[in-house]
């Protein structure tokens, strides 16, 4: 089925591609400047401690320089670790441990902006780009964290710690029911994200999406494909090509 893809545009970006282009997965579309932006993270809220415990988890110390997908903070449990990673790249230039929070500055630079999917280029405007693939969108009802790309990963309607290995990395998960403990281990061995009817919490994952019921046991039939989650705009998006 013939789905419509819309990618935002920085304001200040060269278009590399024309309308009615086919384009590939990872395929350059354009070339952008990024503005340095700020990020605020909770540490006292992920890790579920209290504000004045941060520097015990903290891994990074104030001026030091971070790449997107490092490690900024660790705590071990008894049964898994739970581990937050930086979101852009840039610099900590700030711990509260008042507040329990860290404040992450990015850097300004050069930004390349590649295709999430394969496909043929739509419609180009000032603000986004339009790219039509084949693929299916499941609309969610509920969504937290970024955008996450990974390949469909099947488990038990109700899944249990058993049920989580190695191989769940950069995948994305899919059940009826994710409990504590299950995220917690989910977090611990780097699972892309999760799709569900339900959680125990969402806090305890970088990205995640609750849907309907049915659409878990329809998504049984698109175990191992390319998918996209998309936590903001509340939708799971599986290529088919």
Do not use: C
Request: aromatic letters at 4%.
């Amino acid at each position: 089925m013939v789905q419509t893809f819309s990618l935002k545009l920085p304001k200040k970006r060269k278009i590399l591609v024309k309308e009615f282009e086919k384009v590939t997965l990872g395929s350059i579309l354009a070339e952008g400047k990024d503005d340095s932006q700020k990020e605020t993270l909770s540490i006292a809220q992920v890790f579920k401690i209290s504000p004045s415990q941060i520097f015990k988890v903290l891994v990074k110390k104030v001026g030091d320089k971070v790449k997107k997908g490092e490690v900024l903070a660790r705590k071990a449990g008894v049964l898994s670790k739970a581990i937050l990673r930086s979101p852009i790249n840039g610099r900590l230039v700030e711990v509260s441990q008042a507040l329990g929070e860290i404040t992450l500055a990015g850097e300004e630079g050069k930004s390349v902006i590649k295709s999430p999917v394969s496909g043929k280029i739509g419609q180009i405007s000032e603000t986004e780009m339009k790219i039509e693939f084949e693929g299916m969108i499941f609309e969610g009802k509920n969504g937290k964290g970024d955008r996450v790309l990974g390949k469909i990963e099947n488990l038990p309607p109700e899944v249990g710690l058993l049920d989580i290995s190695s191989t769940v990395i950069q995948k994305i998960l899919v059940a009826e029911h994710f409990s504590r403990p299950v995220l917690a281990k989910v977090w611990a061995l780097e699972a892309a994200g999760v799709v569900g009817v339900s959680f125990a919490s969402q806090e305890l994952v970088s990205a995640s999406l609750t849907i309907e019921k049915k659409n878990i046991q329809e998504l049984r039939g698109y175990q191992g494909k390319n998918a996209i989650l998309e936590p903001q705009e509340k939708r799971l998006i599986v290529l088919l090509e």
